[in-house]
DNA sequence: CATGAATGAGCTTTCATTCAT
DNA sequence: TATGAATGAAAGCTCATTCAT
């Protein structure tokens, strides 16, 4: 088989595929990944469906391609934060760190719901995420690193402290009933006393 | 259209909505809820399609009925884990939390993703997971009282705990490069340290 | 296989048979034939699915059991419309017909809407209905000699009264828009002049 | 939720949709409606069951173009059976009316019982005929109109005859044991010795 | 006689993907 | 390149009827 999708050359190409992007992205949001057919994206994106698997093998590339944005601008945005950082204050790197997170999760809202979802569920996802996953680890290992972290284990630690603020961040921004941010520094507070001890 | 799903009420009745249910959790583990149909659930469990419609609305009703029993188990570990601790020691406490939490994904180990994504995904597995996860803060908080804890946030701290908990007793499970003890270790470590503070 | 229905002997057999009969009647003029099915008339019953086929060959012989009933009672309403008239009026006569129809029409409100369909719809019934219509047509012949109607041919005579009188009665009794006793005046009106001319 | 049926642009898109009215009018014509399934015409219109559901919400969907189809038919032939009348002879319009009539009977024959049985049946369908039914007692009146019939009640006069002629006509088409051309006579002097006096 | 659990053929409908134009 | 009509496997679900208890 091994039929390839064509690289869009020209703008008018480029736009196509854009277009197909966005369109799918929207969908996918409000309605979910899999109560959303090929046909209601270029309907959307007003494109043919033809057109649609020229640039796409299938329903899920878009969809994994949505999600390299989704991590490029995940791991900018935390790249960013933490270089933003001039005092080399503790706090200051942590909140950077829970703040971008959560920041990521407000702007894919809904999207990321259908995101998490595969990551538990197919195989290609749950992969590509794993390897994020690990990027994300080396990057707290890094600040625990210049927070001057001096603890036997720093993989446990770095571990520990991204199962705390992956699913802090994610559900701090889809429930309500708390104080977000006295929350925030709760978790602060939760992280430098282990940190610090 | 009152059509009601059928109460099993004789002896063969009652094994053949049991067999459905091992059935279908087999399946659901093996291939994901979304790879199995209706039709193969009854074929593994020897039973027609018919009778599988008489006792379940449809899929999502079996998968919820599988759900159920998880949380049971669950909450049951949970509570006998608690009870068991009679030296009032914080460690112990939250070392049993914890593994029963991590014994919790290992026994679901498979269906437990697709029950995960679906929370993400389905509105009505969404709602239930969202009551049972208050339930389980609920046990947490009731935890901190029994150890002492007097922050001025307790809603939070319990908050905060479940977050960590919850995502790390599922990422130790499914992973295998850390030192699974010497990572519970610093889970309570990092808990610990929160506490006392 | 000529399963034969067992012959009900005992009281409360035939007291079950009744209990069918008349859930069937109503669901069927609640809901249509084909939107009830047999375990719907068994629970509005209060039988068991199995003493119903006990009874009754499949869903169509209550139905037509249900027709006999409905004919018998036609034909009754007819016959004794037509001996109350004691004057020889051929007024009191075409209006003793038309209200006969016209009252069952009310009577079977909603099922007779199925009984209609069924007859230009399945054969058995089609036939049934054939017989049934002769011999009414046959009645209309002999009120037709009563009132010394001479016309060369009286089947066609009979026929064509059948026709408006049948018609005429459903309609009139399914809608609303013009004045009901009016229109039996004119209906008679209307068949006098052709049997006077 | 907007799934609308595709409108065919491209020739072979009408011509398919063209098929698929043609194999399911012959399908009901032959077994009926009911014992028609969506895959049996596909199968004699030599398409695939998806291109049905591209052009066709459902079964009653063609069902329903059918009987437009039908009643744009009648409607016209009515139209042209009184133009065609010059020299402004009561016996003469009756007649086109009542062949007319006759005419479709013959030519709908088979489909045409499925037709009735759906006015009685199902709410669409009933609505759909007694608009069509309003239209043809108008049509009636103004020929009343014409014929210079002077009754105080022209409304139950022209439904009188609508009455009489429906039943009339398709009994006569689908019963042999009267002689045709004589009973039309008489249905004509019926309605000539009522409108005349 | 009565029960009601079980059956499974049969029908409807969807949608990812292809390919002729 | 772009189009969109056509495909058909695959899934969901119903219900008249049987038969073991």
Redesign the pocket.
Known sequence: ?D?KT?????R??IE?KALLLEAAKKLFTEKGY???????I?KEAG?????????Y????EVFMEIIDEYTREYNMKLEEALNSIRNDNDRDYLKAIILATMDISKKYYGFEDELIAMRYTDNDIKLQNEINQKYIISKIKGMLNRMHFKNQNQDIAAFLLFCLVDNFSYNIVHQSDLDVDASVEHCIDMILSYTKT
Do not use: C, H, W
Not at 47 to 55: D, E, K, L, M, N
């Open positions: 088989m039929k064509r690289l869009p050359k020209q008018r190409a196509n899999l109560n959303t057919n090929s046909n209601e270029v494109i043919s469906i033809g057109t649609f698997y020229a640039y093998k299938d329903k899920k």
